[in-house]
Structure formats: C-alpha cells, structure tokens
C-alpha cells in the first residue's frame, strides 16, 4: 500500500526525533506509551501526542493487549516500511509505503 503525500507534512512530522524514535522502536516489537515513555526518557503525555499524530497519518498500528490480570492496554506498532522522497520539476515529491495488515490480504467468500 502506497500513496503520496504532501512534502511538508513528512518533512515536519518525520523531522522529529521523538518521532523518529517512537517508528525504531516499534518497528521491533510492540510497545505500550508507558514502556515507549521510558525507553525515550520522554514524558507520557509528549508520547501520545506524537502517537496520535502518527496514528492519524496510518504510520503506526494500534492493537489491544491484556495483561495477566485482564487489564487491557494499548500497544503500538510501525506500519512504516518505506520513505521516498524525489526533487523533481522545482518541487518535492513524496511517496510513503505502509506495511500491509495480513488481514487485508484474506479474501472473503461473498454471499
């Protein structure tokens, strides 16, 4: 899955180092705001702004998980796999590959 994207709001969304930090991370393993809070010694609520920020642009999977008592959390996840960014005619041009859900790729019987 690919779409493009306006340059500048790449340019000023993945310009942050928290940002950049939070896609590492996840990209290794599902990790709940707390434990991506910790790991970048960044505070809770700066965490989940840039969580929402990247949630709304699709760069980050959000699932729920339990833990042994029954809580529930949520955990995120890269969707990021690819960046590409041309200098073409004057101006730039910006193309994002997200990783596919396995689930999007199940077809469903119809009728």
């Known amino acids: 899955m690919s ?3 306006e340059a500048e709001t790449v340019f000023d969304l993945l310009g942050n180092e928290l940002v950049r930090e939070l896609l590492a991370l996840t990209s290794v393993e599902r990790l709940s705001a707390d434990e ?6 960044a505070s809770r609520p700066t965490v989940y702004r840039r969580l929402d920020s990247l949630e ?3 760069l980050v999977a ?6 042994e008592e029954g809580n529930h ?5 890269c969707r990021l796999e690819a960046a ?7 101006g730039f041009t910006v193309d994002i590959t ?3 859900d396995p689930v999007d790729d199940v077809d469903v019987p119809e009728g």
């Open 3 to 5: 779409r493009a994207w």
């Open 36 to 41: 991506l809070a910790e790991r970048c010694s």
């Open 56 to 58: 709304a642009y699709d």
């Open 62 to 67: 959000v699932h729920t998980e339990y833990d």
């Open 73 to 77: 959390y949520q955990s995120y996840e």
């Open 84 to 90: 590409h960014i041309d200098v073409e005619e004057g």
């Open 98 to 100: 997200l990783r596919r």
